[in-house]
């Protein structure tokens, strides 16, 4: 039988297979991820115009995690301006920032005008600090001694939008992660209000192989308060409680993991026809025989 014509992808396929690559990038990665697609694609396929629109897409997805100053501050949609420029909440300025490099634009700053709600801005001010002060608490810190977690408070059209962003990298041991939390607070009457919230858990592990685990959660809860301070105490209790909840289901998970996870993927009946032994002691005891040997 004679051999299948394989049809060579257009050039808006290859585009359009390099833009997915992109956008997957695991966290802290898409640059090496840049650095091989063009090696796939032919000369000039990505333009400069091009890559700067997919890592702007990238950026706003992940919350990006910028230095600003004596702070740092998320890239977002919720905050964004323009392509360029993005609301830094801790500070209450408009910063701008360039999407390749990943970094704020020097000199590029002005105080925030009308892009935020200002009959929130007590509510909004006081979430703020109350979260910003649970990360700073809660969370764990990088070597250089910055708390790992990031927060921006946005008070848009009626509501306040709470983004919280958290990366671990360590490339040089084949592995990093990223936490990213959405909180949206829609006020009810003057003591009340509606909170609900999505995670989006992504890590990878890519020594002598790649796997990836991807995780969402949603929640909705009431809050009740007496003043804006209130509020943001109240606010910032249950999105502990919605993180807690997730990080005990993940500790659980992988205690059980080799037991439940792992024993579920494998054959019932290798092709040796041995059954598997799932005692961990058994296998440690052979692990030292045959180190003894040496």
Known sequence: MAEEEVMEATPEEKLHIAQHYLLSSPPGQINDVLVD?????????LTDDLTRAIFRTYNTEQ??????????????LAGEV????????????????????????A???????????????????????????????????????KCTGVCAVYAKEGKLQVLISAERLN???????SWRNTFEVVPGDAASATLTGKLKLYVHYFEDGNVQMHSEKEFTTAISFADADSFGAAACDSISKFED???????????????ETFKDMRRVM??????????????????NLVGGKK
């Open 82 to 105: 323009d392509a360029t420029h993005y609301i830094d909440t801790a500070a209450g300025e408009v910063v701008g920032f360039d999407h390749v490099k990943q970094e704020v634009i």
């Open 171 to 177: 490339l040089r041991n084949y592995w990093s992660g």
């Open 107 to 145: 000199g590029d700053r002005r105080p925030v005008g009308g892009e935020m709600d200002s009959s929130l801005e007590d509510k909004r001010a006081a979430l703020q600090r109350h979260v910003q002060g649970y990360l700073d608490r809660q969370y764990e810190r990088s070597p250089d001694g």
């Open 270 to 287: 290798p092709i040796t026809k041995t059954k598997m032994n799932w005692n961990v002691n058994a296998h440690q005891m052979v692990k």
């Open 37 to 45: 697609v063009r090696k796939l694609v032919p000369e000039g396929l």
């Open 245 to 259: 909840s997730i990080q005990g289901a993940l500790e659980e998970m992988y205690v059980n993991m080799t037991t």
């Open 63 to 76: 919350y990006k995690i910028v230095d600003s100053g004596e702070r740092r501050m998320l890239v977002s």
